[in-house]
């Protein structure tokens, strides 16, 4: 029996994507464009140099003549002959043009083949989880009637009540029809507008709400994250991954323990050479008290600027790993863990290692400019909505690989039941499902990103270092910072703006 077809996916950026591949093509055809100017130019010097000879033939010596008429003659062969400057040129011109067209046409296919839900698609799903939504409640209480009915009771005892399944639902309502990436994108975006020199009503909102977390952890005695530790039972040996799929699995299966913890794979190959990967969890801390770095004040600090708790627990666990600088890293994360492998990606500390890799899975990271020399691959779906809380269309360039699935139309049925819900769709479950899709396509982009991979993909021995965060008792005595703090210093020249907060509990279909 062969497996559940995983959901269909769609893939821009990378190095097939529109931009890396028009990028070649416009700047073959502007050198063919500047080329046929050039000999426009030489045709019209050609001219000129044709009329001299005429003028100089009538008053040169006979001797000499008939050189000058020669010269003439070569003139203008030179300019308008079957292989002279005018034929060259509009030869030039043609494929200049053509070439520009295959760039157009291609940006075209491109943007049909990412828009793979119609416009229309898209409504029908809406009205249609909108229609089951509004109806949700009054079939609960028509079913909660009809099972307290005579006939009602006596059917349910006797375990066949077709009328009380048909009336009560089977579970609650799909709700990603209307409330999905697109929905939430807008919304943000509407509330993101610039105000001058003021912060956007979005930004404003995310501070105000940052600096009250702060305040209500200090309140609530929330332990300081002052280092990391070794988790007892790290450095068992586990299976090399093979794809995105095992990159996604190698997240789920970081223990939260007693206050989270970050891990690093280290594979060791044939050669000597190390490489390693870092999985980074999302949201697992929704209380004001539990010293986990993992909760919604780290994701608040990510948006306006400051270093998150997360980010510094990720960057000693670095720090204490004994990575040399030669050696290559991918950082994997999940929801918030995605946002910290951006951050950590575009820091000063990146300096120190060779971080090659970043992998995103349901993560707003679309506000951090790509740091040229790392190649990024962003996983989400249609269905997503965290993804989508920055309000930023995640950007094409040719490091930098969007792979957006449609969970719905999933041949497993309990990923596209998962893909019904904003919590489903957030969940590790869901994402190893479209790793799996990615991992099964051969689009170019994804084929040259598996090649560029291989120092982490299916080669060499590995062995997991779990690291949980060291805390005080308290950080209630720590200076608060504020929330207009000055943000660390990005490793790229370029600012690095804030992003938005992603990480939902973690769920599995």
Do not use: C
């Given at each position: 029996?062969?497996?559940?077809?995983?959901?269909?996916?769609?893939?821009?950026?990378?190095?097939?994507?529109?931009?890396?591949?028009?990028?070649?093509?416009?700047?073959?055809?502007?050198?063919?464009?500047?080329?046929?100017?050039?000999?426009?130019?030489?045709?019209?010097?050609?001219?000129?140099?044709?009329?001299?000879?005429e003028d100089a033939y009538s008053r040169s010596l006979p001797e000499v003549a008939p050189y000058v008429?020669?010269?003439?003659?070569?003139?203008?062969?030179?300019?308008?002959?079957?292989?002279?400057?005018?034929?060259?040129?509009?030869?030039?011109?043609?494929?200049?043009?053509?070439?520009?067209?295959?760039?157009?046409?291609?940006?075209?296919?491109?943007?049909?083949?990412?828009?793979?839900?119609?416009?229309?698609?898209?409504?029908?799903?809406?009205?249609?989880?909108?229609?089951?939504?509004?109806?949700?409640?009054?079939?609960?209480?028509?079913?909660?009637?009809?099972?307290?009915?005579?006939?009602?009771?006596?059917?349910?005892?006797?375990?066949?009540?077709?009328?009380?399944?048909?009336?009560?639902?089977?579970?609650?309502?799909?709700?990603?029809?209307?409330?999905?990436?697109?929905?939430?994108?807008?919304?943000?975006?509407?509330?993101?507008?610039?105000?001058?020199?003021?912060?956007?009503?979005?930004?404003?909102?995310?501070?105000?709400?940052?600096?009250?977390?702060?305040?209500?952890?200090?309140?609530?005695?929330?332990?300081?994250?002052?280092?990391?530790?070794?988790?007892?039972?790290?450095?068992?040996?586990?299976?090399?991954?093979?794809?995105?799929?095992?990159?996604?699995?190698?997240?789920?299966?970081?223990?939260?323990?007693?206050?989270?913890?970050?891990?690093?794979?280290?594979?060791?190959?044939?050669?000597?050479?190390?490489s390693h990967i870092v999985s980074i969890p999302g949201t697992a801390d929704h209380t004001l008290w539990?010293?986990?770095?993992?909760?919604?004040?780290?994701?608040?600090?990510?948006?306006?600027?400051?270093?998150?708790?997360?980010?510094?627990?990720?960057?000693?666990?670095?720090?204490?790993?004994?990575?040399?600088?030669?050696?290559?890293?991918?950082?994997?994360g999940h929801s918030q863990g995605g946002i910290v492998a951006a951050t950590i990606a575009a820091s000063?500390?990146?300096?120190?290692?060779?971080?090659?890799?970043?992998?995103?899975?349901?993560?707003?990271?679309?506000?951090?400019?790509?740091?040229?020399?790392?190649?990024?691959?962003?996983?989400?779906?249609?269905?997503?909505?965290?993804?989508?809380?920055?309000?930023?269309?995640?950007?094409?360039?040719?490091?930098?690989?969007?792979?957006?699935?449609?969970?719905?139309?999933?041949?497993?049925?309990?990923?596209?039941?998962?893909?019904?819900?904003?919590?489903?769709?957030?969940?590790?479950?869901?994402?190893?499902?479209?790793?799996?899709?990615?991992?099964?396509?051969?689009?170019?982009?994804?084929?040259?990103?598996?090649?560029?991979?291989?120092?982490?993909?299916?080669?060499?021995?590995?062995?997991?270092?779990?690291?949980?965060?060291?805390?005080?008792?308290?950080?209630?005595?720590?200076?608060?910072?504020?929330?207009?703090?000055?943000?660390?210093?990005?490793?790229?020249?370029?600012?690095?703006?804030?992003?938005?907060?992603?990480?939902?509990?973690?769920?599995?279909?």
């Amino acid at each position: 029996m062969s497996d559940p077809a995983p959901p269909p996916i769609s893939v821009h950026g990378g190095a097939g994507g529109e931009r890396a591949v028009t990028e070649d093509l416009e700047r073959a055809a502007a050198v063919l464009a500047s080329a046929a100017q050039e000999l426009r130019e030489a045709a019209k010097a050609l001219r000129i140099a044709q009329w001299n000879a005429e003028d100089a033939y009538s008053r040169s010596l006979p001797e000499v003549a008939p050189y000058v008429f020669d010269a003439r003659d070569a003139a203008q062969d030179a300019s308008h002959g079957p292989h002279g400057a005018l034929a060259l040129e509009r030869e030039l011109d043609d494929v200049s043009a053509r070439l520009s067209q295959v760039a157009h046409g291609f940006l075209a296919a491109e943007q049909a083949a990412n828009h793979h839900v119609s416009v229309l698609e898209r409504t029908r799903r809406a009205v249609r989880d909108l229609a089951l939504t509004v109806a949700f409640p009054s079939r609960v209480v028509a079913g909660a009637a009809w099972s307290v009915t005579p006939l009602g009771t006596a059917m349910r005892i006797t375990g066949d009540d077709p009328v009380g399944e048909a009336l009560m639902p089977d579970g609650p309502p799909p709700t990603t029809g209307y409330l999905n990436g697109d929905t939430a994108g807008a919304a943000i975006a509407a509330h993101d507008i610039p105000r001058g020199p003021l912060p956007s009503q979005y930004e404003a909102a995310v501070g105000a709400a940052t600096a009250a977390a702060d305040a209500l952890e200090r309140l609530a005695g929330e332990p300081a994250l002052v280092g990391v530790h070794v988790r007892p039972g790290s450095g068992a040996e586990r299976a090399s991954p093979l794809g995105l799929e095992d990159l996604v699995d190698g997240v789920a299966a970081v223990p939260y323990g007693e206050h989270g913890a970050v891990a690093i794979d280290t594979l060791t190959h044939a050669d000597g050479t190390r490489s390693h990967i870092v999985s980074i969890p999302g949201t697992a801390d929704h209380t004001l008290w539990d010293a986990s770095p993992f909760d919604w004040l780290s994701n608040g600090q990510a948006v306006v600027g400051r270093t998150s708790d997360t980010a510094r627990l990720v960057a000693l666990a670095l720090e204490r790993h004994g990575i040399r600088a030669t050696e290559p890293v991918m950082l994997v994360g999940h929801s918030q863990g995605g946002i910290v492998a951006a951050t950590i990606a575009a820091s000063e500390a990146a300096d120190r290692l060779a971080i090659t890799h970043v992998v995103t899975a349901g993560s707003p990271i679309d506000r951090n400019a790509p740091i040229d020399g790392v190649e990024y691959i962003h996983l989400s779906s249609l269905q997503e909505t965290v993804h989508q809380l920055d309000g930023v269309r995640t950007p094409d360039a040719a490091n930098v690989i969007s792979v957006v699935a449609d969970l719905e139309q999933s041949g497993d049925p309990a990923v596209a039941a998962a893909g019904a819900s904003v919590l489903g769709a957030h969940a590790l479950g869901s994402y190893a499902a479209i790793g799996r899709a990615a991992d099964a396509s051969l689009r170019p982009s994804l084929t040259a990103w598996r090649s560029g991979a291989s120092a982490f993909l299916g080669s060499g021995e590995m062995a997991r270092t779990e690291y949980a965060p060291a805390v005080t008792p308290s950080r209630a005595t720590e200076p608060s910072p504020g929330p207009n703090a000055p943000p660390s210093p990005p490793r790229d020249p370029r600012p690095v703006p804030g992003i938005s907060p992603g990480g939902i509990p973690e769920l599995r279909p």
